[in-house]
């Protein structure tokens, strides 16, 4: 049997008549550009995300660039983030100028830690008039511990943008109600890369905000800082959606609820059936349906990649999500940062692998990759 990580045509087969036409309306239009799709979009995803405003743009890294450049984020500036996550997370800060901090991650649920972030600004008091942002990551699609982090960012008056690339549709339990992930800070960033829960057929992404004033500045930004067309108040970029990728997600939105169950339904079928000594299957943190488990990742005890090998030999598709740490990379050395400066990030990037996950996943694929698993374990 074949298990691959992620099987997009098994989706495509249940949409695609409706993505080609959706597409058609694109080409026929001839509005490449911008337009009413990338608008209709824009709308509906603040909707879905319990935001007030949305702006599309062309990826999920852009989306974090440009929420950092609204906040006016620049040399000489800290932004505090986990070394725990996609690259983009922190190259964004680096990009702008800015200095990335990292705090270490709960060893349960990878997401960003509030006692380490805590523990930061106890004893980093003579950067904290420089910190400018915090970036707590949604990861693997379950809401970092978010009441904490804006109580601690509150405290300091800085502000909170979400990175929740992985975390569309996922929700968190505020003390205030429960809150969906891109909604509760300053600014939510999302991604809809492929390979994403809610993916495009390229690349895609989008910031929501409760604030008038920052939406219209990313507005602003995305479009080389022009309103009107030629008048530039700002230097911005080309960070514009594509109105074909606009098009493709407005047939997938409505599917999304639905996909995010199938993948908890799969996620609860792995957890009944990986009782296995040394495996230590995800943390549900709150609620099951809570977490749109954009990965299904489980922690090995020991030898991680011989397993890996071992599964990859059997044609079961799995990935490292993420190997190397930003401490230890190479392009992160003028920081100072030091092996063992984040126990949990490099445990986790030394034990931690991604099994099949995705919705179309069906029960002997699933049990496949079980058994294979255990006689990996047992080998």
Not at 11 to 27: F, R, S, Y
Request: net charge negative; glycine share 8%.
């Amino acid at each position: 049997m074949k298990v691959p990580l992620l099987d997009l045509k098994a989706q495509l087969q249940t949409i695609k008549k409706d993505v080609k036409n959706a597409v058609d309306e694109v080409i026929d239009s001839t509005q490449y550009i911008m337009g009413p799709k990338v608008a209709e979009l824009e709308e509906q995803i603040a909707e879905y995300a319990g935001a007030e405003y949305a702006t599309g743009v062309s990826s999920g890294t852009d989306a974090l660039l440009i929420s950092l450049m609204a906040l006016d984020i620049g040399p000489g500036d800290i932004v505090i983030t986990t070394p725990f996550s996609f690259f983009s997370t922190a190259g964004v800060i680096a990009r702008l100028g800015a200095t990335p901090a990292f705090v270490d991650i709960d060893p349960d649920t990878y997401n960003l830690s509030p006692a380490a972030l805590r523990k930061w600004f106890g004893s980093e008091t003579e950067k904290q008039n420089r910190v400018k942002a915090i970036i707590p990551v949604h990861l693997y699609g379950q809401c970092a511990d978010m009441d904490p982090i804006l109580e601690i960012a509150g405290r300091f008056g800085i502000p909170v943008v979400e990175d929740a690339a992985q975390a569309i549709g996922a929700r968190y339990p505020s003390k205030t109600g429960t809150k969906k992930a891109g909604a509760m800070g300053t600014m939510g960033c999302f991604s809809f890369f492929p390979s994403k829960n809610l993916g495009a057929m390229g690349d895609g992404g989008m910031v929501v905000t409760n604030d008038a004033r920052i939406d219209e500045k990313l507005k602003k930004f995305r479009n080389h800082g022009a309103k009107p067309k030629y008048y530039h108040a700002l230097i911005g970029g080309n960070f514009r959606l594509d109105p074909i990728q606009a098009a493709i997600l407005l047939v997938k939105l409505p599917h999304l609820d639905k996909w995010h169950s199938m993948r908890q339904e799969n996620a609860a079928c792995y957890d009944e059936k990986l009782g296995i000594k040394g495996v230590k299957t995800p943390v549900v943190a709150y609620k099951r349906e809570y977490h749109i488990y954009n990965q299904y990742v489980i922690s090995v005890m020991e030898q991680r990649d011989e397993l890996k090998n071992f599964l990859t030999e059997n044609n079961i598709g799995t990935e490292i999500y993420y190997p190397v740490p930003f401490h230890k990379q190479e392009c992160f050395k003028y920081l100072g940062y030091q092996p063992g400066d984040f126990p949990d990030s490099e445990y986790a990037a030394t034990h931690t692998i991604a099994l099949p996950i995705y919705p179309e996943l069906t029960t002997e694929m699933q049990d496949y990759v079980v058994e294979k698993l255990v006689r990996g374990k047992s080998a």
